[in-house]
Antibody, heavy 121, light 111 residues
Framework: QLQLQESGPGLVRPSETLSLTCTVS???????????WGWIRQPPGKGLEWMGS???????YYNPSLKSRVTISVDTSKNQFSLKLTSVTAADTAVYYC????????????WGQGTLVTVSS | QSALTQPPSASGSPGQSVTISCTGT?????????VSWYQQHPGKAPKLMIY???KRPSGVPDRFSGSKSGNTASLTVSGLQAEDEADYYC???????????FGGGTKLTVL
């Protein structure tokens, strides 16, 4: 059974960089396959926002509203992919989820449990 | 690109049916049959309920069904049960560069 697990600091100072890693177990992140790996966030009490995704080859796709601040990378040797969000503000306080997108079904079929990141001094 | 539009709340009594709408544009919902729906219970990760507008993943009860007309997709929950009480989010392919957009979410209450 595929599992995804987010990890990283739960508190980030304003103007600094938020960094999270998603570790995938029970399946490989690499190889030619119809899977993309993405990040979605949810501010407290609010809805979901797609941040971006990456293919195992390194091709990346970002939400235009965040594009200038977001970087997603992949480390196939560790079966991990990562998120960096620069110049954070309180508005970036959210639960951050990693998820797998199954391209044949155009949907996010496996999700991590989510990790709360608070931006505060 | 703007979020898809969902009603903030919906409700129904046990055994009844309820339909949740998700309105986008011809660039997302109306342009592709790539709408998915997610159920989220408090403090939990979203769970895929419907993909490609009408299809159910293995393990999702057939009480959940999806449809689409023009720029509006819908999720119908039939035979409401207490455990269906949750937030529901629609998602659509946005047409360019693998862009995806979510709806604002609908809180379903089972009365």
């Amino acid at each position: 059974q595929l599992q995804l697990q987010e990890s990283g600091p739960g508190l980030v100072r304003p103007s600094e960089t938020l960094s999270l890693t998603c570790t995938v177990s029970g399946g490989s992140i690499s190889g030619s396959s119809p899977y993309y790996w993405g990040w979605i966030r949810q501010p407290p009490g609010k809805g979901l926002e797609w941040m971006g995704s990456i293919y195992y080859s390194g091709s990346t796709y970002y939400n235009p509203s965040l594009k200038s601040r977001v970087t997603i990378s992949v480390d196939t040797s560790k079966n991990q992919f990562s998120l960096k969000l620069t110049s954070v503000t309180a508005a970036d306080t959210a639960v951050y989820y990693c998820a797998r997108r199954f391209d044949y079904r155009h949907s996010l079929d496996y999700w991590g449990q989510g990790t709360l990141v608070t931006v505060s001094s | 690109q703007s979020a898809l539009t969902q009603p903030p709340s919906a409700s129904g009594s046990p055994g009844q049916s309820v339909t949740i709408s998700c309105t986008g544009t011809s660039s997302d919902v109306g342009g592709y049959n790539y709408v998915s729906w997610y159920q989220q219970h408090p403090g939990k990760a979203p769970k895929l309920m419907i993909y490609d507008v009408t299809k159910r993943p293995s393990g999702v009860p057939d009480r959940f069904s999806g449809s689409k007309s023009g720029n509006t997709a819908s999720l119908t929950v039939s035979g409401l049960q207490a455990e269906d009480e949750a937030d529901y989010y629609c998602n659509s392919y946005g047409g360019s560069n693998h862009f995806e957009v979510f709806g604002g979410g609908t809180k379903l209450t089972v009365l």
